[in-house]
């Protein structure tokens, strides 16, 4: 496997490129279009959040940023896919996209992790973990999972995936993956995905476990956190779920396969399809956003005006900055 090389090389199985040389490049440009303004306009609501000593805030705005480090490459792959795979931009440019894109994927499924982690602490232990949960600790942990993620994929990288002199044309792919890279992707998704959405999936029951046992906060601030959560759920399920659950399948059928270039072309465009949709998160990110609003009512009846009719009954302090001084009180500001 290599980070480039030629298509009569790098495509022995014959896979027609024409499939995915519409859909792909419409999709990343209308992602990339909403997506760019989308989060430079939450990270400014986010920063001064933090400016407040929120702490919630820091994980969301290093979110965003990896779905901005994502979203700043798409321009590059538009130009791949719409030239049916064809890379022109050299190798070294190849691999710092490459990068980027598995970079800022681990990223954010991992400050998802945290944010859901985070919740599950205010909530569940907001004394015993007060400590914790201070502004300068939640920098640190953003650096260091930023390292965490950033080393190891850029050693493995460099290593197992060495650039190739020959006339470049194709980038990050090989058809058919040979075992080696097959065994690494299998071992990369169980890493990225299995375990973090195992651990999401139970944080997220107990958490709104103690969230139902809390008395003290009014029904309005539960089902702020309740969206944030189920936001962080719907992530993982519809945006990450379906390239990870695909290419579990297809690497994994790839070791068993008789015949590994027909299951290639058999698979192809629906592991495309998976991958387009991870650039979804950079629409859906930002809505945690409003969730961390403490006038998150409001803004929401704002943007969809038929929920405004069944918040009429609402009496105004409800809504009000003073509304949540419960939940300050408890789990140091959300």
């Not at 590059?76 to 980027?100: E, M, N």
């Not at 006339?167 to 890279?181: A, G, H, L, R, V």
């Not at 297809?250 to 396969?257: S, T």
């Not at 930002?286 to 009846?301: A, M, N, S």
Request: hydrophobic share 50%; with cysteine; net charge positive.
């Amino acid at each position: 496997y290599s980070w480039t090389s030629n298509s009569s090389l790098n495509n022995s199985c014959g896979i027609n490129f024409t499939i995915d040389s519409v859909f792909l490049p419409v999709l990343y440009g209308i992602f990339f279009t909403v997506g760019i303004p989308l989060n430079l306009l939450a990270l400014y609501g986010l920063y001064r959040l933090v400016k407040s000593e929120n702490v919630l805030p820091v994980y969301v705005i290093n979110l965003l940023l990896s779905d901005l480090l994502q979203l700043i490459t798409l321009p590059l792959w538009i130009d791949y896919y719409s030239r049916k795979h064809i890379w022109r931009f050299g190798p070294s440019t190849c691999q710092a996209v490459g990068l980027i894109f598995y970079i800022s994927l681990y990223a954010g499924i991992f400050f998802l992790c945290v944010i859901a982690l985070e919740r599950h602490l205010a909530i569940a232990w907001p004394l015993k973990f007060q400590a914790l949960r201070r502004l300068q600790y939640a920098r640190w942990v953003a650096l260091g999972l930023w390292m965490v993620v950033a080393v190891p994929p850029s050693v493995a990288f460099g290593v197992l995936f060495p650039k190739n002199k020959e006339d470049i044309t194709f980038c990050i792919e090989k058809y058919p993956s040979d075992q080696n890279f097959t065994i690494y992707r299998l071992i990369t998704l169980v890493l990225s995905f299995v375990i973090p959405f195992s651990f999401i999936g139970i944080l997220h029951r107990k958490t709104l476990k103690s969230l139902a046992e809390v008395s003290s906060l009014a029904s309005e601030e539960k089902w702020r956190i309740q969206g944030l959560l189920n936001l962080v759920i719907i992530i993982f399920v519809l945006v990450l779920g379906p390239y990870h659950f695909i290419g579990s399948v297809k690497y994994v059928v790839l070791l068993f396969h008789p015949n590994i270039c027909e299951w290639e072309k058999s698979i192809f465009v629906f592991y495309q399809l998976g991958r387009v949709l991870l650039s979804l998160n950079s629409l859906l990110d930002p809505i945690l956003y409003i969730f961390l609003r403490k006038d998150f009512q409001e803004v929401i009846c704002m943007a969809v005006p038929c929920l405004s009719r069944k918040q009429n009954g609402l009496e105004p302090s409800r809504t009000s900055p003073s509304f949540s001084k419960p939940i300050d009180r408890l789990t140091n500001s959300t």
